[in-house]
Nanobody
């Protein structure tokens, strides 16, 4: 089975930085689009950033200029560098990947990590 595992969350003060990592493992033929989402208490999940297998990126307006998404295709890993963090960035951050699995033909599947908590507070 395919599994996504996130790490790097924590507690930081406003203006601080964190780097999130999400690694996909298992019977993976190819990792396609990957992305980061977040959900704050009492709020719906929102897209933070996405990156295609070719390296094209998209960001939510609220994080442009502060967050950077990147990936290492050889390691099936996606990163989110978060700088100049604000209290409103506080949320559970979850990674997502569209994956072509070994033995699954051309069917693409969506996988989600368990999430990692990011808290920005003074």
């Amino acid at each position: 089975q395919v599994h996504l595992e996130e790490s790097g969350g924590g507690l930081v003060q406003p203006g601080g930085s964190l780097r999130l990592t999400c690694a996909a493992s298992g019977r993976i033929l190819r990792t396609n689009d990957m992305g980061w989402y977040r959900q704050a208490p009492g709020k719906q999940r929102e897209l933070v950033a996405t990156i295609s297998s070719g390296g094209n990126t998209n960001y939510a307006d609220s994080v442009k200029g502060r967050f950077t998404i990147s990936r290492d295709n050889a390691k099936n890993t996606v990163y989110l560098q978060m700088n100049s963090l604000k209290p409103e960035d506080t949320a559970v951050y979850t990674c997502n990947s569209k994956i072509l699995r070994i033995g699954a033909g051309f069917n693409e599947y969506d996988y989600w990590g368990q999430g990692t908590q990011v808290t920005v507070s003074s």
